[in-house]
Every structure is written in C-alpha cells, then in structure tokens.
C-alpha cells in the first residue's frame, strides 16, 4: 500500500484533480498516488473563521498538516464583484446561505447584478494557496483571475461561479473552457504554479 507523501485539505474531487494537474510538472517522481485528500485521510475540517483568502488557506493546510504528520497544501478561493465592493469575496461558497450548494449561490449573484449595464460587471476570480507542514512551517501566495460577469450561465465544465464568468481575453465562460485552458489562466493555476517550487522543496526535491 502506497503512503501518501502530500495532503490536500479539500473535500472536492474537483478541486484535488484540478490541484494535481496543476502541481504534477513541478514534482517530479511524485505520482497521482502520493496525494491523498481530506477524505482519503479522514481528516476532520477546520472552522474557517478566517476573513481573507489568506487566512483561511492557511488555517486548513495547518490543520491538516497537525492531523495528518504530513506536509498539506490548501487553497481558498472565491469570487470578487467589483459593483459589490469585492463580495461575496470569502462567503462565496456560502454566499446564499448553504456553503457548497453552487446552483443557489449563482442563481443569487446573478439577480443582486441583474440591472447592472455589461461594463460594469467587472469581476475577479482570488486564490490564496497555502504550504504547511507539521514542524509550523507554512507560506502562502495569490492567483488572480480578471474578468467579467455574463447574464446567463454557460457551459457544462468546471464549478461554482465557472459558468457565470468570462475570463479577460476570453470569448466562452469558464464552464466552457478546456480544463488544460482553465488550469492555464485561472487564479487557481497561477497560486498553485507559484507554490509548486515550495512544495517540491518539502518533498526534497530540490
């Protein structure tokens, strides 16, 4: 049985494939198998009572760094709309009161923006990546993700607010992009390309 040699604190199966994808260039000689998630762990999940993308990131990646004896990375991300003043920003995954329950949550961003004229429906994706390991080290960087709001979702890929958001010098909403594109432009990609170096440095890869 393969231990695993990085934990993911993230109960979507989304988000770890995306995550792998993202990271898998820059570890060398580790395989898909390596990492486990929360879920493979059994790992319970942390109060995320943490008012930045920042915060929160680093209170799940240090829990599951504590629960698991392993070196565990994390993200949090989120929407932020500019005519709300940033929101829902840290609440997007709750934003319609349910956290997780993705339909809801769309389905209220869109009729909170619903009078406001296309140019001012600017919006950005934030993701905040976090290291932790069990000796309390950690570290912590941004991906941004510019772009804009449509009026109806699109598109069948991706989650959450994909379908709703078209990404600066895109013509198609995330939803409906490869997810080799997506992973290439998104602010998910770019926290994560950032962290990679880090990672591999805690795995003694370089």
Known sequence: MTVPRLAIATR?????DEIWAILAPHLPGVERH???????LDAPSPVEDGVT???????KARALAAASGM?????DSGIAVDVLGGAPGVFSARWAGSHG?????????????GDVPDEHRGAQFVCAAALATPD????????????????????????????IFVAEGEEVTNA???????????HRGAAFRALGPHVAAVLGLR
Do not use: C, T, W
């Not at 993308?53 to 680093?58: D, V, Y």
């Not at 993700?145 to 069948?156: H, K």
């Not at 490869?178 to 290439?184: F, L």
């Open 12 to 16: 979507n199966a989304h988000k770890v």
């Open 34 to 40: 390596d990492v486990a998630s929360a879920i493979d």
């Open 53 to 59: 993308f920042e915060a929160n990131a680093l209170i």
């Open 71 to 75: 070196p565990a990375i994390a993200d």
């Open 101 to 113: 329950d993705d339909a809801a949550n769309l389905a209220l961003l869109l009729d909170q923006v």
């Open 136 to 163: 309390g080290g950690d570290v912590v960087v941004l991906g941004r993700m510019p772009g804009r709001l449509v009026r109806a979702p699109r598109g069948e890929g991706g989650f959450g607010y994909d379908p």
């Open 176 to 186: 409906e992009l490869s997810p080799e594109r997506k992973n290439e432009i998104s």
